[in-house]
């Protein structure tokens, strides 16, 4: 079992930027896939970057290609989202995600293991 913990989330203007971190409990973290996801009000789970296990792998949902890096420290047990030139429409709950597999894909039900969430708002 893993737990997640995300933080760095708050308000930010538009244009500006943010650096989103998860810290995973346990001493297996390298052996999963990561992911982050969005949600907003009213709105379904979207994908938003996924890494394989030692970060070889990157994906990123077309909405943010350009803006968004994830990364990963596996001596720290850690995942970034590092959020650029942020837009209102970011405006979510963001949610770190695990499973224990090189690498996972898109769909929110790939992922076994789930943060509680830091909310994200831009301001316009």
């Known amino acids: 079992q893993v737990q997640l913990v995300e933080s760095g989330g708050g308000l930010v203007q538009a244009g500006g930027s943010l650096r989103l971190s998860c810290a995973a409990s346990?001493?297996?973290?390298?052996?999963?896939?990561m992911g982050w996801f969005r949600q907003a009000p009213g709105k379904e789970r979207d994908f938003v970057a996924s890494?394989?296990?030692?970060?070889?792998?990157?994906g990123y949902a077309d909405s943010v290609k350009g803006r968004f890096t994830i990364s990963r420290d596996n001596a720290k047990n850690t995942v970034y989202l590092q959020m650029y030139s942020l837009k209102a429409e970011d405006t979510a709950v963001y949610y770190c995600?695990?499973?224990?597999?090189?690498?996972?894909?898109?769909?929110?039900?790939?992922?076994?293991?789930w943060g509680q969430g830091t909310q994200v708002t831009v301001s316009s």
């Open positions: 995600a695990g499973v224990n597999r090189l690498r996972a894909g898109i769909s929110a039900h790939d992922y076994d293991y």
């Open positions: 346990g001493r297996t973290f390298s052996s999963y896939a």
């Open positions: 890494i394989s296990r030692t970060g070889g792998f990157t």
